[in-house]
């Protein structure tokens, strides 16, 4: 499985650029008041968790107006697809 998320923020602020040199990317979202950031695809859980770990530090940026999508990449779309309803309804 593979894992990436957007986190997003309620605010605008320099600091939050530190979140470049994980390679996140900035990116615009009309949806929020702040700054959407799309981390990279990680390959395994070790590496998914320790980034998360360093996101603690940005918590403050995050309110009611926004959040984190966490996407999950797997070899049976197919399969989820299919039975989507009875998964998820």
Do not use: Q, W
Not at 38 to 50: G, T, V
Request: charged content about 30%; some cysteine.
């Amino acid at each position: 499985m593979s894992f990436s998320f957007e986190f997003e923020t309620n605010k605008r602020d320099n600091e939050l650029l530190e979140l470049r040199k994980y390679d996140f990317i900035g990116c615009y979202d009309c949806s929020i008041g702040g700054m959407e950031f799309k981390s990279p695809i990680y390959n395994n859980r070790k590496s998914f968790h320790a980034i998360c770990k360093k996101l603690d530090k940005f918590k403050n940026y995050v309110g009611r107006s926004c959040g984190t999508h966490l996407h999950v990449g797997t070899k049976y779309k197919g399969k989820i697809m299919r039975f989507e309803h009875e998964i998820f309804g």
